[in-house]
């Protein structure tokens, strides 16, 4: 499935916090949308799962509008791990995961064996099984992350929306789910702040300042040293994954200042 947003513009108090924004996400791809703080990431991709609607322009699914579509039509095709993903209901994972089949079921139908399949096949490949009768609420950061990826999973979608997907997660469970995202053959939009590891999993990579588009295209292309100057204010190496070849990033650190002396220091209220 296609995905493909087309001029997409959200405005709030006057203010463009996206401003005609194309990115287009070919079927079975990875495209990461990579930026700074406040450069529109996380306003484009609530306008692809719903949770916000666009003030101009259209997100496309294979060609049709995305608000044409019902919500629960919507839901079976594409799924999404938010920033704000909370669950404060005393659920167990087990139960977490499970309520990805929201979409498609009605009332309070029972899952089916298929369904509990699909829920168990889910749990494992997070790594979370050992979690299954464990409430939500006594979970770590990253624990609870992979569960609701889990949950995304379950919903069988053909696009996966997933802002800050490695948030909280340790090195071999960022790994584990960027290659298990490669392998996939799912529409992927992921927004994510590592740099190196959106040159490591992503077909593609579109960089946004300020609402905008700078830029798009392969790692390669687009992650040099001038653009991570001119988008993130840093200055970087580029090196070559020595298997991959993919760019890898290191960056310069700017000097700090030197300690003030002791004697320079103001003095402490006397005893």
């Known amino acids: 499935m296609t995905l493909v947003l087309r001029d997409l513009t959200v405005e709030a108090a006057g203010r463009a916090l996206v401003d005609r924004l194309n990115i287009e996400v070919p079927d079975g791809r990875i495209v990461g949308v990579v930026g700074p703080n406040g450069s529109g990431k996380s ?3 609530r ?3 719903r949770a916000l609607r666009p003030t101009s322009g259209a997100v496309l699914l294979d060609g049709a509008e995305l608000a044409s579509l019902k919500l629960r039509d919507s839901a079976r095709s594409i ?3 938010t920033q704000e993903s909370r669950t404060e209901l005393d659920f167990t994972v087990e139960e977490v995961v499970a309520l990805g089949r929201a979409p498609h079921t009605r009332g309070n139908q029972p899952l089916t064996a ?3 399949a699909l829920c168990a096949r889910a749990m494992d490949r997070l790594d979370v099984t050992h979690l299954a009768e464990r409430s939500v609420l006594t979970l770590s950061g990253g624990e609870r992350q992979r569960v609701l990826v889990a949950r995304a999973l379950v919903q069988e979608p053909r696009v996966l929306v997933l802002d800050e997907p490695t948030n909280h997660l340790d090195i071999r469970h960022q790994v584990q789910l960027l290659s298990f995202l490669r392998g996939s053959g799912l529409t992927v939009l992921t927004a994510l702040h590592d740099l ?3 040159a490591a999993a992503c077909d593609s990579i579109a960089v946004l300042s300020e609402g905008s588009l700078v830029t798009s295209g392969r790692p390669a292309e687009v992650l040099n040293p001038e653009l991570i100057r001119k988008v993130f204010g840093v200055d970087a190496t580029v090196v070559h994954h020595p298997r ?3 760019p890898q990033l290191v960056y310069d650190l700017a000097p700090t200042s030197s300690p003030a002396p002791a004697d320079a220091l103001p003095e402490g209220p006397h005893s």
């Open 114 to 116: 298929h369904e509990r």
């Open 43 to 45: 306003t484009a991709l």
């Open 47 to 49: 306008c692809v799962y």
């Open 196 to 198: 190196n590891l959106a």
């Open 79 to 81: 799924a999404a791990l």
């Open 244 to 246: 991959s070849q993919a």
